[in-house]
């Protein structure tokens, strides 16, 4: 069980994946959870101000999430909705309803939910979120908390818009990078931190597969 946190544009759950495909592991992205919430939230016209008609709506739609590296599929009411979570527009309410104490509670005892069938399944797990090392799971045996400058981080955020198909916005990109770690730190639940037990991992000046490299390495000592 590894448990990788960190703020957006570190390379979080690119490297989250491609760890547990080299570990023949599962992988639990718990960020797409909050982005289904946030796009449930969109698409029903949810005051996301306002955490009661949130909570109500958590509370209300179906959410799957698939745990297969290969192909992590996530369905809301049983539509696929995998690439739809990745929308700027999800991106700009994803942080507020996460900042909903009681939403995440909710889906809090989803993840360790899934995460306990992996283990008695596949038998390892590697979790991407925020809060995994601190909240989440706890007594992970490893736990690992990647950063990354301010500049990087949004130049991967507006590589990955591109990649989907929308036009480089270098600002946009780094004015919603930096949004929502500011709400993110300083929300009252679970602030994005890392946990005092957790290795720091700059992956500023690396590249994918050194930090896949980097993080293999970890596991094969700790994991
Ligand atoms: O990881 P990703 O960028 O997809 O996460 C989207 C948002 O979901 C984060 O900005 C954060 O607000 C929230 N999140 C969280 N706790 C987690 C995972 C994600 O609050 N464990």
Redesign the pocket.
């Known amino acids: 069980m590894i448990a990788l946190?960190g703020?957006?544009g570190t390379g979080?759950?690119t490297a989250a994946r491609g760890l547990a495909s080299r570990l023949g592991a599962g992988y639990l992205?718990?960020?797409?959870?909050?982005?289904v919430i946030?796009l449930a939230a969109l698409r029903s016209g949810t005051d996301v101000g306002s955490p009661d008609a949130v909570t109500e709506l958590a509370r209300r739609v179906q959410l799957s999430i698939g745990t297969d590296p290969a192909t992590p599929r996530v369905l809301l009411d049983g539509a696929d909705v995998t690439a739809d979570?990745r929308a700027p527009e999800v991106?700009r309410v994803?942080?507020p309803?996460?900042?909903v104490a009681a939403v995440?509670e909710l889906?809090v005892a989803g993840?360790r939910q899934i995460i306990a069938a992996v283990l008695n399944g596949v038998g390892g797990i590697v979790v991407?979120?925020?809060?995994?090392g601190t909240v989440?799971v706890p007594d992970a045996p490893l736990k690992v908390f990647l950063t990354a400058s301010a500049d990087t981080r949004a130049a991967r955020r507006d590589a990955q818009n591109t990649a989907a198909g929308l036009a480089s916005d270098p600002a946009a990109a780094r004015e919603s990078v930096e949004g929502?770690?500011r709400?993110?730190t300083t929300?009252a639940a679970?602030p994005?931190k890392a946990a005092d037990d957790a290795v720091l991992l700059d992956t500023s000046d690396l590249d994918r597969e050194q930090v896949l490299t980097a993080l293999a390495e970890m596991a094969r000592e700790r994991g």
């Open positions: 946190d703020p957006s979080k759950t992205d718990t960020g797409a959870m909050y982005r946030a979570i991106d994803v942080s309803v996460a900042a995440r889906l993840q991407d979120g925020r809060d995994i989440v929502r770690d709400i993110d929300r679970s994005l």
